[in-house]
């Protein structure tokens, strides 16, 4: 997920033709919601967010991510 729409070519970058389909760039706002099903995913890595957080909406945003992770997910 980013909320800008910059994204690296995989078909450029990788001899993996499987990794495209295994791959897909989702663009939203996190601060409106993340836009995945509860329980979607098994590792979620964040970094460079702290300035885009407003400090009101870190507790909305953990528990955003809290739910998108499947139980016993690993969170970086």
Do not use: C, Y
Not at 57 to 76: C, N, Q, S, Y
């Amino acid at each position: 997920l980013d909320i800008v729409s910059l994204h690296p070519d995989l078909a450029r970058l990788s001899k993996d033709k499987d990794l495209l389909k295994r791959v897909s760039w989702v663009q939203a706002n996190f601060l409106e919601g993340l836009p995945f099903a509860n329980d979607s995913f098994d590792f979620v890595h964040v970094k460079r967010i702290a300035r885009g957080v407003p400090e009101d909406k870190w507790d909305d945003l953990f528990e955003e991510i809290t739910r998108v992770m499947k139980p016993g997910a690993a969170f970086e």
